[in-house]
């Protein structure tokens, strides 16, 4: 007897090539705790390699974490500096994880206000990563997006005139080389975490056409399985980019 093939199954939805994460939620995880403020953001520092580390196993090709806002100085001192102290135990501490897993390294944002030696340490680790290909990630510190934009129309504006460029040259491309994230794919996915819905001035130009995805929980509790439950929710949508479909 027979047995009648069985239909073949649909290719699963593509996953997200490049996912955002707005790492929000550090402080209330440490407040419901009765904890300092710097207790949150050193366990967010954990919750960042996990996720690096998940999302190369999961196949993301470009990973962005927004890290420190230019809005962020307006802070506490004591926090700031916490925070500064933080991003330099991680670029020194792990940068050799990051290296060994194939990570390319890339920090975002405007480091006139960083002092040198964190600059130095991203320059280093930026040299010692950057022929790495298994997956990108991006840290943005002192970024905000709408200095990013002004800086952007600002050199464009330069050039108009000394006479390098025409006005109507400026098209969407030539705008996008003057951005930080130049030679990077628009996210597809953009995530924010602590269950607050809003962007927060984090690449408002490249995520025109992202998904969001909210989740309530808080940054310093996100792993790999809630990055999976975000791709999952990403591959569920149907993407138009502005038409209409079926």
């Known amino acids: 007897m027979s047995t009648a093939p069985r239909p073949a199954q649909p290719d699963p939805a593509p996953g997200p090539q490049h996912v955002a994460i707005i790492m929000d939620g550090n402080g209330r995880w440490a407040k419901a705790r009765g904890l300092p403020r710097v207790a949150g953001h050193r366990r967010g520092a954990d919750a960042v390699r996990r996720v690096v580390r998940g999302a190369g196993e999961l196949g993301v090709p470009v990973l962005t974490l927004f890290a420190f806002s230019t809005e962020n100085w ?3 001192a004591d926090e700031v500096s916490d925070l500064m102290g933080l991003l330099r135990h ?17 920090v975002i944002g405007n480091r006139d206000g960083l002092a040198g030696d964190i600059v130095r340490d991203i320059s280093d ?36 005139a000394a006479g390098e460029i025409k006005p109507d040259d400026i098209d969407e491309a030539r705008f996008e080389r003057e951005l930080l994230t130049a030679g990077l794919p628009d996210p597809d996915l953009l995530i924010r975490t602590s269950g607050e819905q809003r962007i927060s001035n984090f690449l408002l130009w490249q995520c025109a056409y992202a998904e969001l995805v909210f989740v309530d929980t808080l940054w310093p509790d996100f792993g790999k399985e809630h990055l999976e439950q ?13 038409g209409v479909r079926g």
Request: with cysteine; glycine share 8%; charged share 40%.
């Open 230 to 242: 975000a791709i999952a929710e990403f591959r569920r949508r149907e993407r138009r980019y502005g």
């Open 74 to 76: 307006g802070r506490p």
């Open 90 to 106: 991680y670029l020194r501490n792990e940068l050799e994880e990051l290296h060994r897993n194939g990570a390319r390294l890339r």
């Open 125 to 160: 680790a930026e040299r010692l990563t950057g022929s790495n290909a298994r997956i990108d990630v991006n840290i943005c510190i002192n970024y905000g997006a709408r200095d990013e934009i002004l800086r952007a129309s600002r050199n464009l504006a330069r050039r108009v």
